[in-house]
């Protein structure tokens, strides 16, 4: 029986043409800023967003943690979302090695942060018994909010009460090319009111390795400095930004497919009882959707789906994410709501 790996769209495998490009990379000493091939990258990266200058960093972690670095004293405060993946699953870095203290505020199904809630949140400057808010965090694709989207108006709204307080924008855009193919409008508008915004290469575009960080000028030279400090200098990694110029050439377009994929998955197992969510709330390429507790635990759903070689993650407790990706087509959608309906007969 075939295994059917929907996990997350991180297990997605280079591309023929990628390892092709990766083979024949030109490269150099990237800390030395002479990968000839990372130089390409980055500068690509910057213009298709609308920055000056872009970075490769190891991860979306990484690029993450170097953007708190870069706008935060110890002692200082960011604000996100209570669903943000740096709350989450960011082992707590822009604290620990940041220094600085996190404030949620709510994130909305779609991952949507009020700007009122943020205007509340950030603190008055100059009092010495409160931190300073110096970097607020929007993330584009929002992960745990069901892939959901914010638009160019969702973006601006926040960004112009984060500067209008002196603080800086970092916008997660893990999978912002997602958000883009989504909503049909060009990345740069979508990421024009940030800041800085980091992108992965490594998720749905298909790359083994690698997230870009984009900014301006001033930002990415700070930046470049905190990536070698936390041991991201690599190089050379021409090897790993030549998969990435190939990623940006020729996977962008395509993620519309997956988008479908995730829709046609999403209406299926709508339709299987005991299992709840809105199709029609599906934006891009991830699918949550909550099992009755009288099935039993979203443990045990996964254990079942994995003896059916069904491989899904949760994000909490009664709640699985199925993500689509390169690898998934049409058919394999059906099979997995085949086998998913099987499991959950047998578990009710
Ligand atoms: N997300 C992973 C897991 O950590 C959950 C996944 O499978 O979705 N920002 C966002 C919005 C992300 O979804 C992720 C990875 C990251 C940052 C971190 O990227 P990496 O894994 O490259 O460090």
Known sequence: MPSIDLRSDTVTQPTDEMRRAMAEAEVGDDVYGEDPSVNRLQDRAAELLGKEAGLLTASGTMSNLIASLTYCHRGDEIVMGDQAHMFWNESAGASALAGAQIRLVPN???????PDDLERAIRPAGNIHTPSTTMVCLENTHNKCGGGVLTPEDTEKVASVAHAAGASVHLD???????AVALEVPVRELVKDVDDVSFCLSKGLSCPVGSVLCGSQEFIDQARRWRKMIGGGMRQAGVLAAAGLVALDGMIDRLAEDHANARQLARGLASIPGLTLDPDSIQTNIVIFHVDPSLGSAADL???????????????????????????????????????????KAMG
């Not at 855009?173 to 958000?179: L, V």
């Open 173 to 179: 855009g893990a999978r912002i090319f997602n958000a």
């Open 302 to 344: 996964i254990g079942a789906l994995g003896r059916e070689g069904v491989k899904v993650g949760s994000p909490e407790e009664h709640y699985i994410r199925m993500v689509t990706h390169r690898h998934i087509d049409g058919g394999d959608v059906e099979e997995t709501l085949g086998r998913v309906a099987t499991v959950v």
């Open 108 to 114: 909305d199904s779609q991952g949507r942060i009020d």
